[in-house]
Each structure stands twice: as structure tokens, then as C-alpha cells.
């Protein structure tokens, strides 16, 4: 796997040419899928549930990286494992931000034998996790408000991500860092300096040439 990943964000796919964007997909340089589930009450849209990542998962062999913004994501995070995700992030705020919970959580993915990482809102710090960094695989930072592509960057969010960065290395940990919402060509390379190695991006990639922007973030 490539240093630098990128994940197009499937939710701005053209999904009256599913087929045609996938072999896209798999003949780009991206490594990652991201698949945005939505449940219309942890945010306000309905998106994927586990059925179409099945299929998503046998049309197009990428690594799965499944971004659960659901309220329960205890129940289904074992659902969308079996159906093909190789890596599921959960919402921290979606278990009261309880860490004995997010533990747990994290440690019933990796037994399944998945990957497994927390996310956080923009409103939500990143400080108190510090104890569960150890059993993440990665991070996900949030740089829009969860819920909708074409969102504008929060550059503030940047913050968090120098944060994991610093304790990645002072702890001696290897998880990822990924960022969500906003990304351009410029955001991008914002992101990129301030320490993120993962790099969702949906509707830059989709209502462009696919490959070649992912191509061009590559570069
Ligand atoms: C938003 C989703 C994102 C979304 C990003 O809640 O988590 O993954 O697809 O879209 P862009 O890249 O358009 O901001
Ligand atoms: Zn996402």
C-alpha cells in the first residue's frame, strides 16, 4: 500500500452509471473505497446499508473503508464486516463519547478481523481518546459536518491532526490519519502537511475525470 491513500467517497458516484465509474475506480490509483453510511438519525440523510456494500465489495475488489454515522453503531458494525468492510469507523459521539464503549467496540471489530478507528465531528475535541489511540488502526478526522458531500474545508481541523500526529509518535503508535469533507487539490496538500496519510474525497473526484484527479492528486 502506497505512503499516501486516496479514498473516493462513493456517495458522489454517478449512480446512473455505477458500473462504468467502478471499473474506473479499479483501474485508478486509488487503494480505498469509502462508503458513507447514513442512518437519517446520527445525521440527517439516508444512504448504503449492508446489502450494497456486498455488492459494491464483489464488483470492486478496493479496500473497504466503511464511515458508519449511524446512532447504533455497536449493532452494525459487525453487519457491514460480514458484508465486506475491511475497515469500519464509528463515531465517538454516537456512544456518549464513553471509553470503556469505544474499547470494546474497537476490539470487537479486530476480532472479527477487520481494521477498526474512531471519528470525530468537528465539535468534538480529539484530546480524550488519547487512552484508545493505542486500538485504533486509524483516525478519522471529520473536516466538514457529517452528513453531506461538496461541503466547504474546515481549516481549523487541521489542529486535530497535527495533535495525532504528535502522539503517534511520542506514544510510538502507527495509525492512520484520515480526513473527511472538502477535499480539493488545495485542501488537499493542507491536509498532507499537516500529517494526514488517508484522504477521503467525493465530489472533487466524481464531478471531475475520475482517474485522472486522482492521478493529479497523487502527483
Ligand atoms: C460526509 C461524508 C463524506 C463525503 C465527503 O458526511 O462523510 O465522506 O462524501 O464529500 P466531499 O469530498 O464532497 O466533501
Ligand atoms: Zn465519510
Given at each position: ?71 447504533d453503531?455497536e449493532t452494525y458494525?459487525?453487519i ?140
Open positions: 500500500m502506497n505512503s499516501i491513500v486516496i479514498a473516493p467517497s462513493i456517495l458522489s458516484l454517478d449512480y446512473s452509471n455505477v458500473s462504468a465509474q467502478l471499473e474506473i475506480l479499479k483501474e485508478s490509483k486509488a487503494e480505498w473505497l469509502h462508503f458513507d453510511v447514513m442512518d437519517g438519525h446520527f445525521v440527517p440523510n439516508l444512504t448504503f446499508g449492508p446489502d450494497i456494500l456486498r455488492g459494491f465489495k464483489k464488483a470492486c475488489p478496493l479496500f473497504m473503508d466503511v464511515h458508519l454515522m449511524v446512532e453503531p458494525a459487525p457491514f464486516i460480514q458484508n465486506g468492510a475491511d475497515l469500519v469507523t464509528f463515531h465517538t459521539e454516537a456512544l456518549n463519547n464513553d471509553l470503556t464503549r469505544i474499547k470494546k467496540l474497537l476490539d470487537e471489530i479486530h476480532g472479527l478481523g477487520a481494521k477498526g478507528g474512531i471519528v470525530v465531528k468537528p465539535n468534538t475535541a480529539i484530546e480524550p481518546f488519547e487512552s484508545v489511540l493505542q486500538s485504533c488502526d486509524l483516525v478519522l478526522i471529520m473536516s466538514v459536518e457529517p452528513g453531506f458531500g461538496g461541503q466547504k474545508f474546515m481549516a481549523d481541523m487541521l489542529k486535530k491532526v497535527e495533535w495525532l500526529k504528535e502522539k503517534r509518535e511520542s506514544l510510538n503508535l502507527s495509525y492512520r490519519i484520515e480526513i473527511d469533507g472538502g477535499i480539493n487539490l488545495d485542501t488537499f496538500r493542507l491536509a498532507l502537511n499537516a500529517g494526514c496519510d488517508t484522504l477521503v474525497a467525493g465530489s472533487y473526484v466524481f464531478k471531475n475525470d475520475i482517474a485522472k484527479t486522482i492521478e493529479g492528486m497523487l502527483e
